[in-house]
């Protein structure tokens, strides 16, 4: 497509009296105008739910907290290790945060290395075996049943293993690793370094950026992963990670009330109604409590965004 | 060592790993032989438990079923449907984006859309039900200004559902799209549009004849795989936003297939049948889109 191609009917549509920049102003404006409001929509709900969620309780519970914070508490915090459940489904999400980053760097990084050494026995068999686990999936009921035979369902590693081979990632790795200069392998070997040696000493050092931008991509999906924990854990409520919790808070409106009475209402005498728990509290400060380590590495890994797209773009 | 057990121990490196991968990826291929039983948990399946096609047959024959796999149908196309229609949004989206000349403001802008992307569906209903309960800003807004009387449910409503689920879709991806979009834009050739501007070319004619034309390939590629991936909506969004009022007309295929596994006596093997048709309509599309790829850009993207 070049631009050629393209119909012959220009200038049609300006006045030739006023086509250069006026014109341009107009649009400009609009422009400015319409990504204001996109802007808007994506930032205030957060801002909205971190407001209401350090103002008064019977303001926010009333829907009066709009702009800024109004009666400024933190009780809402401060209160949230006493609700049930809520720290151990914490410490669940940033372990298997934690643990399912590195396997899953380590995996891509050594599989990506190991599938450009051309010593490997049946190399492309083995890529390929892996490459296409991406393109079709049983469905999740077989992938359920399938898990439970496993000894995977109600069981911690359930998180863990089925995510850590990322073909994208490994594939990532591959193109990384191909770039490298062979010589750098070389040399280490005529030095007698074995495979595993050269992966660690020298390709690890060497593929650190792209490791970086897998890690903080594997990271988020493992904090936001849900559907596993709805899947799989279905009777060990012990093992629930924030996202559920999060979800059951906001869909068991009963059960959440029972927690509210639980948590504030025995030294109820002691805590002003503007500070005394409510559904909403609970909902908006959990909330605030599982967006808040996205948008506090989100800085950070900006300059990973257009890396990270092209993981869906690069091909084996 | 040499060369040729070197490349066995490699192998042997990697077996724990290709072990692994099929027993995630591959060996739930092999659940699909819980559509040709009478699957009870916790009752193992076993030859007694083989019945066939009998699931097959109970899709096609029970007109009850039927008439729900029709209407999950409508409600899978509707939206798949929906997302293709305005597929062209993100890169509309880029191309303006572009057009903002003060580079913070521009930087603000990507910042705070694509924040969205990376929070759960989880976490995107929560936002939704607080920003729009009874009480949230929106009705509260609404309120005072006079404009409702009372508080308007939009959660608990199946009315517009459809775009309803598009509008939260777009709001979570929008942004992130916009950023492969950008990325094509900057790779434009300078030159193409200095030449334009000294033949006098406003910026829409820029935009028109030459930003657009070049994003055409990007775009093309994205509506393949959105074609691809027709059936497979996924089923986080639906079952977050899914409630008594709008089940009807929430629940997509992958929806679906997990409700009627989990409510009720649940019917594994029924869910297990539909999924495994799906997955092959959907590796046929799959190999379809990628064909017409292949023919149309030389190139295809599997």
């Not at chain 2, 993100?90 to 930087?107: G, S, T």
């Not at chain 2, 055409?216 to 969004?237: H, R």
Request: aromatic residues 14%; proline residues 5%.
């Amino acid at each position: 497509m070049t631009v050629k191609t393209a119909p012959v009917r220009a200038k049609k549509h300006v006045n030739p009296m006023n086509r250069q920049s006026p014109g341009d102003k107009v649009i400009s404006v609009i422009t400015y105008l319409v990504y204001a409001c996109f802007a808007f929509v994506c930032a205030y709900p957060f801002y909205y739910i971190i407001i209401n969620s350090i103002s008064s309780n019977t303001l926010s519970e009333r829907g009066k907290v709009l702009f800024w914070p109004m009666e400024i508490h933190f009780k809402n915090y401060s209160r949230m290790s006493t609700i049930p459940g809520l720290l151990d489904a914490a410490k669940i999400s940033v372990l298997r945060t934690a643990v399912g980053t590195v396997l899953t760097v380590l995996i891509a990084a050594f599989l990506g290395y190991m599938f450009t050494r051309e010593t490997l026995w049946k190399r492309r068999l083995w890529f390929r075996f892996v490459a296409v686990t991406m393109y079709f999936n049983a469905g999740i009921i077989p992938w359920v049943l399938c898990m439970r035979n496993l000894g995977l369902a109600n069981n911690f590693w359930g998180y863990i293993f089925p995510m850590v081979v990322q073909p994208f990632y490994i594939i990532l790795c591959k193109t990384y690793c191909e770039s490298v200069p062979r010589e750098l392998q070389e040399a280490a070997e005529i030095d007698g370094a074995g495979t595993l040696k050269v992966f660690f000493r020298i390709m690890i050092p060497v593929i650190k950026p792209i490791l970086a931008t897998i890690a903080i991509f594997a990271a988020v999906n493992q904090w936001n992963s849900f559907q596993d924990n709805l899947l799989l854990m279905t009777n060990r409520p012990d093992l629930d990670t924030l996202q559920y919790k999060l979800y059951q808070y906001i869909t068991q409106a009963n059960s959440l009330k029972a927690l509210v009475s639980n948590t504030t209402n025995s030294n109820a005498v002691m805590a002003s109604l503007a500070t005394a728990a409510t559904a909403t509290s609970i909902r908006m400060s959990v909330t605030v409590v599982v967006v808040l380590p996205i948008m506090m590495i989100y800085p950070f890994f900006q300059r990973f965004f257009t890396k990270g797209i092209m993981i869906g773009a690069v091909k084996g | 060592m040499n060369k040729k057990t070197r490349s066995y121990v490699e192998f042997l490196y990697i077996l724990p790993f290709l072990i692994l991968v099929a027993l995630v990826a591959y060996y739930p291929l092999y659940g699909w032989i819980y559509a040709f039983h009478d699957y009870m948990p916790p009752k193992p399946i076993s030859s007694e438990t083989f019945v066939g096609l009998k699931w097959f047959a109970y899709i096609v024959e029970n007109p009850v079923r039927l008439a729900d796999i029709g209407r999950v149908l409508v409600n899978t196309f509707a939206m798949s449907g929906i997302s293709l229609a305005f597929s062209w949004f993100p890169m509309i989206f880029a191309v303006f984006l572009n057009e903002i000349h003060c580079r913070p403001y521009r930087k603000f802008v990507q910042t705070v859309t694509t924040l969205p992307n990376f929070i759960s569906w989880v976490l995107v209903y929560s936002v939704a039900f607080n920003v729009l309960s009874s009480t949230g800003a929106v009705n509260s807004v609404l309120v005072n200004l006079g404009l409702i009387d009372k508080p308007i449910a939009f959660l608990s409503s199946k009315d517009h559902i459809w775009f309803k689920m598009w509008l939260w879709l777009t709001w979570k991806n929008a942004g992130w799209a916009a950023i492969m979009y950008l990325a094509a834009i900057s790779a434009i050739d300078e030159q193409m549009i200095e030449a334009a501007k000294v033949d006098g070319a406003t910026r829409m004619q820029i935009i028109w004849r030459i930003t657009i034309p070049c994003l055409l390939p990007t775009y093309f590629v994205i509506v393949m795989l959105n074609l691809a991936n027709f059936l497979s909506n996924g089923m986080e969004q639906y079952f977050v936003f899914q409630n008594n009022f709008n089940r009807k007309t929430i629940e997509v295929l992958d929806l679906y297939v997990y409700n009627i596994a989990t409510t009720g006596r649940g019917n594994y093997p029924l869910s297990t049948a539909i999924s495994m048709l799906k997955s092959i309509v959907s590796v046929a599309l799959l190999f379809i889109t990628n064909t017409v790829s292949r023919l149309v850009r030389g190139e295809g993207f599997v």
